[in-house]
Structure formats: C-alpha cells, structure tokens
C-alpha cells in the first residue's frame, strides 16, 4: 500500500511536470497560443466604390480632368464655384455623364454632394491606368484616411499621402497584400508605425 501511494504521488508529479513542459515549449518567444490567436489579424476587405445617384445636397459644376485621389476612369477632379471635390464619381445609373457625386465617405455613411454638369465629362483627360489607388483606408484603430490631393511633405523621401480622422497622416502608399499595411504617424509623432488597414476602398 505504502509503495502504491508513493507510485501514485510520482505519476502525479510527473503529469505535472509534462504538462509544465508543453506549456513552456507553446509559450516559447513570450507567445502562447491564445496570444497568437489574439494578434491575429483579419485580411484587408478590399472593395470597390459604386455611389448611389441620391446625395446629402445638390450643386452644380464642371469636372477637368480625371481624379487625382482614385485611379479609376470614372473618377473626376471638379469644382462648384471656388470649392474643389477629387474624387467625383459617376453613378452607374446615370449613363448620361450629367451628374456626378462628389465628396462620398463609405466608412462613415456619407453619401456626398450631388453635381449637376454644367459641361461635358472631359473623356480624354480620364485616368487610363489599372484601378489599384485606394482613396479611402479604414485603419485597424477605427480611424479612416483620405488621398491627399495637394501640396502635402516629405518623411523619409515619401510624401505623407493620407490625411486621417484622428489627425495622423499615411506615409506613401499603403503596402497591399492579405492584410494592407500602412506607414502611419500620429499627430505630433516623428515615429512611423505599421498599422494594418481594415479596409481599402477604389
């Protein structure tokens, strides 16, 4: 009896020392499994833009040459009075090229301005290239980041090429692959940070 109870305690504390072993062997480098699944992060939903024809108000204006901000043929750079939208989108439903909606924001539910043209749609100046310029990112924190048009900067020889909700900016263009990544710097910061892109619109 005496020698079971001693076999029983020994298998016991060899259970235990095992099961302290696998732990050790998971948690190598400071990660544990339930870690990993924690920083795992989601693929970068891609999508593109189709507006609606209804808009939040209506204007009227002319559009010059194709978008600055988004790579598309159907995207434009036009102004109402002094006031400057890149980019303008055609709506499919409007085949006509009479109207085009202006300053949408998908991430947050804006639906934009509407524009009457005043003008035809300069079809020669459109873009011609593939559609792989995002406009618009949706950051991994919540924050949403908009092509920057104008005049911006340089930091480490790229132009800061977003501006974001939160005040930090995008440096370049976001790097794409299953999870976009982006060069952000925040409000004040001289550091730079990969920051994973929730999602990317074209």
Same mark, same amino acid.
């Given at each position: 009896?005496?020698?079971?109870? *001693?076999?029983?305690?020994?298998?016991?504390?060899? /259970?235990? @020392? %095992?099961?302290?072993?696998? @732990?050790?062997?998971?948690? &190598?480098?400071?990660? =544990?499994?339930?870690?990993?699944?924690?920083?795992?992060?989601?693929?970068?939903?891609?999508?593109? &833009?189709?507006?609606?024809? =209804?808009?939040?108000?209506?204007?009227?204006?002319? %559009?010059?040459?194709?978008?600055?901000?988004?790579? *598309?043929?159907?995207?434009? *750079? %036009?102004?109402?009075?002094?006031?400057?939208?890149?980019? %303008? &989108?055609?709506?499919?439903?409007?085949?006509?090229?009479?109207?085009?909606?202006?300053?949408? $924001?998908?991430?947050?539910?804006?639906?934009?301005?509407? /524009? $009457?043209? $005043?003008?035809?749609?300069?079809?020669?100046?459109?873009? +011609?290239?593939?559609?792989?310029?995002?406009? #618009?990112?949706?950051?991994?924190?919540?924050? &949403?980041?908009?092509?920057?048009?104008?005049?911006?900067?340089?930091?480490?020889?790229?132009?800061?090429?977003?501006?974001?909700?939160?005040?930090?900016?995008?440096?370049? #263009?976001?790097?794409?692959? +299953?999870?976009?990544?982006?060069? $952000?710097?925040?409000?004040?910061?001289?550091?730079?940070?990969?920051?994973?892109?929730?999602?990317?619109?074209?």
């Amino acid at each position: 009896m005496i020698q079971g109870k *001693r076999w029983l305690s020994s298998g016991k504390s060899l /259970v235990v @020392l %095992c099961l302290a072993l696998l @732990l050790g062997a998971l948690s &190598f480098g400071g990660y =544990t499994p339930l870690a990993r699944a924690v920083a795992r992060v989601e693929p970068t939903l891609v999508t593109y &833009f189709y507006p609606s024809s =209804t808009a939040e108000a209506t204007a009227s204006g002319y %559009c010059w040459i194709g978008s600055l901000a988004a790579s *598309r043929s159907d995207a434009w *750079r %036009c102004a109402t009075g002094n006031i400057i939208y890149d980019p %303008c &989108f055609e709506p499919v439903a409007s085949k006509s090229g009479s109207l085009v909606i202006c300053n949408p $924001n998908p991430a947050t539910g804006q639906k934009g301005i509407r /524009v $009457n043209l $005043n003008q035809p749609l300069p079809r020669a100046e459109a873009f +011609k290239g593939p559609d792989t310029q995002a406009w #618009l990112l949706v950051l991994a924190n919540g924050s &949403f980041c908009s092509f920057l048009t104008g005049a911006t900067g340089l930091v480490n020889n790229q132009r800061i090429d977003y501006g974001c909700s939160d005040g930090s900016v995008v440096i370049g #263009l976001p790097q794409a692959g +299953k999870v976009w990544m982006a060069k $952000n710097q925040a409000s004040g910061s001289k550091t730079l940070k990969d920051v994973p892109i929730k999602e990317a619109w074209l």
